[in-house]
């Protein structure tokens, strides 16, 4: 029989397959379609921009929400705003509207994605948090993989206006039924709302933010998602700008895929290795790996660097959500992660304009790949030097 914490974590899996994929990954195929509308790479690029850094102020609205709403209401709320956010991008034709669209995409995308699965993951797994968060997380690289390349066969076929619409549909569909049916709060033995009196381990909010260690993370996870955040933007122009469209089409479901991969191998690895030296060989190879794309003209080179990058990109992402989790406990790891989540946005928010401007100064998307690839080995190298509090909640650090 299936417990109720599998039930719950199941759940997770499919709400972030469809907030991923129709809305993390889908970037790099809206900022084409709004190019074949007659916008600059420049503006399109940006738009995405404003759409992280929506996602990092709202978290610190829906961190603070999450320890008193239910959290049904939350994600349903989320993907209806996600999904009329989506019918406006299809039909922006200026600036402003498309910035105002991206702004209320953001918003409902950091109500359907990280932050309320892994505040979930933190109440429910008390015990096998790294399993459980690996599985989970998962379902972020196979929504990549699944319906990436179904955005971007939409996107052929009927133009961005006419694709958003079957997409928006996809994305009710895939979060509203199963989080009526299975998603929970809290578990029975700790839900506030059944009479528990449950202190939840961790560490002080304001002691959390006086030691070094939350803001040299956020700092450096600025740094590499930069990188990540950019690469993931402009994945589809660079493979069209060195390959035919079919190629690239296939090409855009590499990365998800061995983001798969790589994510079950790392929550192997996680089972010898400490959270942070796995976090730091990630972002070193990640980095590696853009400079490969930004350097490959062929399609086994590109399709080569993607893959190296997919086996990165699920790991530093989850790794992120582990270490605040096992460092601070789950006492107050929403407050926590929303702020540390929406500091980043600000640095992060940057990558897909900065990669879109030094595509088009240069003609070529190599300079481009090449400076974010040197963004992650740094953000690596200085992980190196970072120690946390020595008031841990769990040993895997």
């Not at 196979?142 to 694709?163: K, R």
């Amino acid at each position: 029989m299936i417990t109720e914490r599998w039930k719950v974590l199941v759940a997770i899996f499919v709400i972030l397959s469809f907030s991923s994929g129709l809305g993390f990954y889908i970037q790099s195929i809206l900022v084409q379609g709004l190019i074949a509308n007659g916008f600059s790479i420049e503006l399109a690029s940006s738009g995405i921009s404003i759409f992280f850094l929506a996602t990092g102020i709202a978290g610190l609205v829906i961190g603070k929400l999450i320890e008193t709403v239910d959290v049904r209401v939350i994600f349903i709320v989320g993907a209806l705003v996600s999904a009329s956010a989506l019918l406006m991008i299809g039909r922006v034709s200026s600036a402003l509207e498309l910035y105002l669209a991206y702004m209320i995409f953001g918003v409902g995308y950091s109500a359907t994605s990280i932050l309320p699965a892994t505040t979930l993951i933190s109440r429910w797994f008390k015990k096998n948090q790294s399993r459980a968060m690996t599985i989970a997380m998962t379902g972020l690289s196979f929504g990549g993989l699944a319906l990436t390349p179904l955005s971007a066969s939409l996107l052929q076929e009927h133009g961005l206006s006419g694709a958003v619409d079957y997409l928006a549909l996809l994305l009710l569909l895939g979060v509203v039924p199963i989080t009526l049916m299975y998603l929970k709060s809290f578990p029975k033995e700790d839900d506030p709302s059944l009479g528990a009196n449950i202190h939840p381990m961790g560490i002080d909010y304001i002691s959390a933010l006086r030691h070094h260690f939350f803001w040299g993370l956020t700092m450096v996870y600025g740094l590499v998602m930069i990188a990540q955040v950019g690469s993931i933007a402009h994945q589809y122009g660079v493979l069209t700008e060195r390959l035919s469209v079919a190629e690239a089409s296939f090409g855009v479901a590499i990365m998800p895929l061995f983001s798969i991969v790589g994510r079950l191998l790392g929550g192997l690895a996680l089972e010898f290795v400490s959270t942070i030296r796995l976090t730091i060989f990630m972002m070193m190879i990640q980095g590696l790996a853009l400079v490969v794309i930004g350097s490959a003209y062929s399609i086994l080179g590109l399709y080569g660097g993607l893959a190296l990058f997919g086996l990165c990109i699920g790991n530093v992402l989850m790794l992120q959500a582990l270490i605040i989790s096992e460092v601070y406990g789950p006492k107050h790891y929403a407050r926590l992660f929303s702020l540390s989540n929406m500091m980043m946005v600000c640095v992060f928010s940057l990558g897909p304009f900065l990669m879109g401007y030094l595509q088009s100064k240069t003609g070529n998307y190599s300079l481009a790949f090449w400076f974010v690839g040197f963004l992650c080995i740094l953000g690596s190298m200085l992980l190196l030097f970072l120690r946390p509090p020595t008031q841990k909640v769990q040993s895997n650090l």
